[in-house]
């Protein structure tokens, strides 16, 4: 038994010098003339070219294969192909020579170091993020599209607490550093304006107290929170509206930088080389996780992406496969299904105009003037409507989208997108409302806004009406969010497993809804950003919600959903997502800088009191400057400034535009040849392996 392997050894061996003795070339040394072998030869020292045998068996490496290593070991580590350890290895030994030799200057010791520090608090940084494990495991057991959720409120929560210190440090500090802040006006007190009593008197019961808290009125109406109890102080002014832009443009940049780190990933997830099968079988496993459920996770992971690809390549398949007469009754069948949703759009519109307008003359009446709990419907009453539009009309859009014969990335874009529309602008139809409220419907001719230029009977102080609006949405949307949670799901897993036969299987399982949430996120953060000039403390109020919905959503992710049945590219995810909160930011500084630079302030409270309009305080500020300084200032809002900026904007613009263009003919070009050059080895070994057949080689 212990001689088989012995004589079969030595079989081996002599096939193998037999070989070398025949004439012509071999299957092996054809093999390495092929770029494939190139590349497999040059994976780093020690690597073997393709076809070759052991060194104890071929003789050792051939002197062609030791030199062209040697070479290859005189570039750069970056520019080598060779694994992760071996350009490690190679860039120590590299170090090690240059000190040695002395050969090192200072500049580039320096640049090697600062180059070091940035990648170790690089990797610093990405190890202290909050909930990153959190988020690993969420993505391995639920998919990365569930992943991209979590990420998205872990990102607003950080912008809001970011939005929260500046707020405190530009608002609230120097409301007191300049001494304390007054009190309420007295309702003693008239003016052309009529008289504003933010705070009831007497005494007020426990319910009313606990109404109050809910919409913001009574005590908290003159309190921090809303416009109102901000003096009219000239440095403060300054610092309230300056903290407005400065939040916006944090806003911006935060969300455009995650955007285009999103819109990278997508493009390269959208390209036909790395979403191949191949890619993902064979290339996107990581050799250095440990543990069995880091390689659980990642297993995960990498079935949900084969999901999704399989999914999505069958319902191309069939689109591909249609006749001219099926591909017309689709696209009549979309026409029809898109006509019903902006009808129902119109519907909910109109109905969210109607809800605001009877909203103040509801609140006139006596019967809910007595009654604590009317009233507080009634105040809730445009947050109630917009809610229940916004929970009905994404469940038809789902059923509607799914009748479009869409891919699954796509029916999300779809949902998300009409979602959105639905969303913001039922919010938008709001402050439309409102405005027309404030401004007696744009005629300021009116009697009503004549003598102050809004409507000063009604709504005294504006701004607080405002704050207080979206204070109300705000917390609407959090109460809803917790008794859904308490009293729908909860409920429903107990049922279901207490259940399991066809009443259970009936209730089904719950799945989490990525695009519904997502939009829940972006619904609540465009409040946030309409309503934070007018209500100061709301991004902090944003930032306890996000965090009590972060906890929550975990809990009941683990505890209630299960993952879903159908999934979604992660990479779509990472760039729409951002995409329609930015389309959210820029909605949401229409009305913010309408209120700035159109309708007057109120004359009875806020740091803008006496004003034309708020705007007017950054002139009246800037003519207190030193006379170089204003020259200056009023040179940049000068065409002499203007014009240069837009025509260099322009030329960069075009710049780019055409660097772009050009980097993109070059990929298309290399992957041309990389189509060709895969073409031409397979040519090659086809024929290498004819040849070597026909001369007896095998």
Request: proline fraction near 6%.
């Amino acid at each position: 038994m212990e001689e088989l392997p012995r004589e079969a050894w030595g079989q081996s061996r002599d096939w193998s010098s037999s070989a070398r003795a025949r004439t012509g070339p071999s299957l092996a040394s054809v093999l390495n003339n092929l770029p494939s072998a190139a590349t497999l030869r040059y994976r780093g020292p020690g690597v073997l070219p393709w076809g070759t045998l052991d060194e104890d068996e071929d003789g050792g490496r051939s002197p062609q294969a030791f030199s062209e290593t040697a070479q290859m070991e005189s570039h750069p580590s970056r520019e080598l192909p060779w694994p992760m350890q071996a350009r490690r290895e190679h860039r120590k030994r590299q170090a090690r020579e240059q000190v040695a030799s002395g050969s090192e200057s200072k500049a580039a010791h320096w640049t090697r170091q600062l180059s070091k520090t940035k990648g170790k608090m690089k990797e610093g940084f990405q190890t202290i993020q909050p909930w990153a494990w959190t988020l690993k495991k969420i993505g391995g057991q639920f998919g990365a599209g569930t992943e991209s959720y979590f990420s998205l409120l872990r990102f607003l929560l950080f912008l809001n607490l970011v939005a929260s210190v500046i707020e405190v440090c530009m608002k609230l500090i120097p409301t007191w550093l300049e001494g304390t802040p007054p009190g309420p006006p007295s309702p003693n007190i008239s003016s052309p304006c009529g008289s504003y009593t933010p705070q009831p008197q007497g005494l007020v019961t426990f319910s009313t107290q606990l109404f109050n808290l809910l919409s913001g009125a009574g005590y908290l109406e003159w309190s921090p929170l809303f416009y109102g109890f901000y003096p009219p102080r000239s440095k403060l002014a300054i610092t309230y509206l300056c903290s407005v832009f400065v939040i916006g443009l944090i806003y911006l940049l935060c969300i455009l930088h995650r955007s285009v780190s999103g819109l990278k990933e997508t493009l390269l997830a959208e390209t036909d080389v790395l979403t191949s099968y191949s890619h993902r079988v064979f290339s996107a496993w990581n050799f250095g996780l440990h543990g069995e459920v880091h390689v659980r996770l990642r297993q995960r992971i990498i079935l949900y992406e084969l999901q999704v690809e399989l999914e999505e390549a069958m319902v191309r398949r069939r689109a591909a496969e249609q006749t001219l007469g099926q591909r017309v009754k689709v696209w009549s069948v979309r026409a029809l299904l898109n006509l019903l949703i902006l009808a129902l759009l119109g519907a909910a519109f109109y109905g969210i105009y109607l809800a605001t307008q009877y909203t103040v003359t509801l609140q006139e009446t006596p019967v809910v003037q007595e009654n604590p709990l009317l009233k507080l419907l009634v105040d809730y009453l445009p947050s109630i409507s917009i809610s229940v539009f916004n929970f009905v009309l994404p469940i038809v859009f789902k059923f509607i989208t799914s009748l479009e014969g869409y891919t699954r990335s796509r029916q999300i874009a779809w949902i998300l997108i009409r979602t959105v529309f639905l969303r913001l602008l039922s919010l938008l139809f709001l402050l439309v409302s409102l405005r027309n409220q404030i401004t007696c419907g744009g005629n300021m001719e009116a009697e009503r806004c004549k003598a102050c230029g809004y409507n000063y009977e009604e709504l005294p102080c504006w701004e607080t009406r405002l704050g207080q609006e979206m204070y109300k949405l705000v917390v609407f949307d959090l109460l809803v969010g917790l008794l859904v949670m308490l009293l729908v799901q909860f409920p429903r897993k107990i049922f279901c497993g207490l259940c399991p036969g066809a009443l259970g299987r009936m209730m089904g399982t719950l799945e989490f809804q990525v695009p519904d949430e997502v939009l829940g996120l972006i619904y609540a953060q465009t409040v946030v950003w309409v309503g934070s000039f007018f209500c100061p403390l709301l991004p902090l109020i944003n930032t306890a919600k996000f965090l009590i919905l972060f906890c929550l959503k975990k809990m009941a992710l683990f505890s209630i959903y299960s993952p879903a049945s159908r999934t979604f590219r992660a990479s779509t995810a990472n760039f729409f997502f951002p995409l329609v909160l930015l389309v959210g930011l820029a909605i949401s500084a229409v009305p913010v800088l309408y209120s700035i630079f159109l309708i007057p302030p109120s004359k009875l409270c806020g740091p803008f009191q006496g004003k034309s309009s708020i705007w007017v305080q950054i002139p009246e500020s800037i003519e207190s400057l030193p006379q170089t300084a204003q020259n200056f200032l009023y040179f940049l809002g000068t065409q002499a400034f203007a014009v240069p900026l837009l025509i260099l904007s322009c030329i960069l613009m075009a710049y780019t535009v055409a660097l772009a263009n050009s980097y993109g003919r070059l990929i298309s070009e290399l992957k041309r040849q990389i189509e060709t050059e895969a073409k031409n080895k397979v040519f090659l070994a086809q024929r290498a392996v004819a040849l070597s057949s026909a001369n007896g080689t095998l």
